[in-house]
T-cell receptor, first 113, second 114 residues
Framework: DAGITQSPRYKITETGRQVTLMCHQT?????MFWYRQDLGHGLRLIYY???????DKGEVPDGYVVSRSKTENFPLTLESATRSQTSVYFC????????????FGSGTQLSVL | AQSVTQLGSHVSVSEGALVLLRCNYS??????LFWYVQYPNQGLQLLLK??????LVKGINGFEAEFKKSETSFHLTKPSAHMSDAAEYFC????????????FGRGTSLIVHP
């Protein structure tokens, strides 16, 4: 039971580079989410998706792009990384709209130099 | 709109002492409420939840929380802290009749001293 996996676990990049963080879930959950975790801010929603080919902005979407061509994958792309995007990124999924629980990946720690 | 306030970014207790982590919420409708726990270098996992029914809910590892509508609170407690309870704890609220997306608090770091 693989669950929800994120890759890479750690990433160092430079300002201006494009970076893609991967998220894969094996449960066929309909909903998927991307959060960033920063000290003093807790978890903030970047983007979410209700199903394949359906995505929507969260609280802090600027500078990020998502896609969801397949139900199981929900990659997050930083088009031109900035230092303010240094953070820990978490992907999560839930079974359906009324699901009472999110399942989280282990996170990707991203450093932008 | 819904929001969550967790009082205290850090809480320090001795092993064996009572754990109390505070959460207050704001919601225009009866909410669903959650506590998640994050151990070091891991993702979040559900500790317990309140949806409907009994206002005192029990979760894993001996934790429990009570939904108090009059106080708009959902505080997390554990009678006796263990070293393994040291972690980050997040309270979250969802509007079950509208947006299904949970809003998280800023988190409380629980420190347990031997």
């Amino acid at each position: 039971d693989a669950g929800i996996t994120q890759s890479p676990r750690y990433k160092i990049t430079e300002t201006g580079r494009q970076v893609t963080l991967m998220c894969h879930q094996t449960w066929s959950h309909s909903y998927m989410f991307w959060y960033r975790q920063d000290l003093g801010h807790g978890l903030r929603l970047i983007y979410y998706s209700a199903a394949a080919d359906i995505t929507d902005k969260g609280e802090v979407p600027d500078g990020y792009v998502v896609s969801r061509s397949k139900t199981e994958n929900f990659p997050l792309t930083l088009e031109s990384a900035t230092r303010s995007q240094t953070s820990v990124y978490f992907c999560a999924s839930s079974r359906d709209r009324r699901s009472e629980k999110l399942f989280f990946g282990s996170g990707t720690q991203l450093s932008v130099l | 709109a819904q929001s969550v306030t967790q009082l205290g970014s850090h809480v320090s207790v001795s092993e064996g002492a009572l754990v109390l982590l505070r959460c207050n919420y704001s919601s225009s409708v009866p909410p669903y409420l959650f506590w998640y726990v994050q151990y070091p270098n891991q993702g979040l996992q559900l500790l317990l939840k309140y949806t409907t029914g009994a206002t005192l809910v029990k979760g894993i590892n001996g934790f429990e929380a009570e939904f108090k509508k009059s106080e708009t609170s959902f505080h997390l407690t554990k009678p006796s802290a263990h070293m393994s309870d040291a972690a980050e704890y997040f309270c979250a609220v969802t509007d079950p009749g509208g947006s299904y997306i949970p809003t998280f608090g800023r988190g409380t770091s629980l420190i347990v001293h031997p």
